[in-house]
């Protein structure tokens, strides 16, 4: 079988699906994948590559198609049904690694780290302009509480904080059992002193987070979006930001990545980063190795673990 892979991908997951397959690592454009897709059977992408309604049309031969990671809108998954191409993810490699950013951010913010590097580095010993505020006792609100919104409970449960959650697809005995408090969407923004974002990107949560919902957080609390950046109007929370209407926000990432002309880059207090929530040796690791047994199966005629459309097989 032929594998091409757009994106990095792990260099023990190149090797597992090199045995007995011809597997071409490209770094190709839109115009280059839609030239090259015709002769393979699988391809296997990380969140750059597009995987576009034409590029599965010109994807004559396409069995698969593998994302290393979890969420899959930069894959026309629709189409792939229609089509009968198998959309395979690895939707528990980077818990961990999503999980422990969003916890470093809450840190990060509410205790001035990045800007009191910043002013050792100049020179400046400035201890009482960067007092900061604990985690402990602090109200943390998931927006949304999957594998990743779990993994940030126990955490922030470790600093002392109770954890609210909204999640309609959350049952309440997981809840309770995980320690979490479910509440409807007005009690999440109303009583949160710490929000974080672990919804996945769908036409109703998308632009979800905007001015009524952050008119009704408190003053001194903060957003952090590790999640998908389209969930949260970024002019809205730049304005609120400025407006003091929430204290502070952790932003990893964007609408438009990379984000020029977002107007959070000029907004106040806000720590920002690449879209680092699974960029970690062992999150990476993970997520080849998934993807690449997913693709695997399903090249040899095998119903994977981890589908994205299950209609594909009727």
């Known amino acids: 079988m032929k594998i091409l892979i757009t994106d990095g991908l792990d260099r023990t997951a190149v090797e597992i699906l090199r045995k007995g397959n011809d597997v071409n690592m490209r770094d190709l454009d839109g115009k ?8 393979y059977q699988a391809l296997v992408v990380r969140s750059r590559t597009k995987v576009t309604k034409e590029v599965l049309f010109r994807g004559a031969r396409l069995k698969v198609v593998g994302r290393a990671g979890v969420g899959v809108d930069n894959i026309d998954v629709d189409e792939a049904t229609v089509r009968k191409i198998v959309v395979v993810n ?4 980077s818990t961990v690694s999503v999980a422990e950013l969003a916890i470093g951010h809450m840190i990060s913010l509410l205790r001035h780290l990045p800007e009191a590097d910043r002013s050792v580095k100049a020179g400046k010993w400035e201890k009482s302009k960067f007092e900061g505020r604990e985690l402990f006792g602090k109200t943390l609100g998931l927006l949304g509480s999957g594998r990743i919104g779990a ?14 959650a909204h999640d309609p697809y959350l049952p309440k005995g997981a809840a309770s059992a995980a320690g979490i408090r479910l509440v409807d969407k007005d009690a999440l923004f109303r009583d949160a002193d710490v929000l974080s974002i672990h919804a996945a990107l769908t036409p109703e949560t ?7 919902e952050l008119a009704k957080m408190r003053p001194n609390a903060i957003l952090v979006n590790c999640a ?6 970024e002019r809205a929370l730049a304005e609120a930001l400025r407006a003091k209407k929430i204290s502070g926000a952790a932003i990893d990432v964007f ?24 960029s970690t040796s062992e999150g990476q690791s993970r997520a ?11 090249l040899a005629g095998k119903r994977p673990e981890f589908v994205v ?6």
């Open 309 to 314: 459309n299950p209609k594909v097989y009727g």
């Open 151 to 164: 993994e940030v409970a126990k955490r922030a449960q470790a600093f002392g904080m109770p954890v609210i």
């Open 228 to 233: 998908r950046g389209e969930i949260v109007d």
């Open 90 to 93: 690895a939707p528990t490699a």
């Open 32 to 39: 280059g994948l839609l030239a090259a897709i015709p002769e």
């Open 206 to 212: 998308r632009g979800l987070v905007g001015a009524p």
């Open 288 to 298: 080849g190795a998934i993807v690449a047994d997913q693709v695997l199966k399903v």
């Open 255 to 278: 609408a438009t990545e990379p984000p020029s002309g977002s107007p959070l880059l000029e907004a106040p207090n806000v720590v920002f980063t690449p879209h680092l929530g699974a």
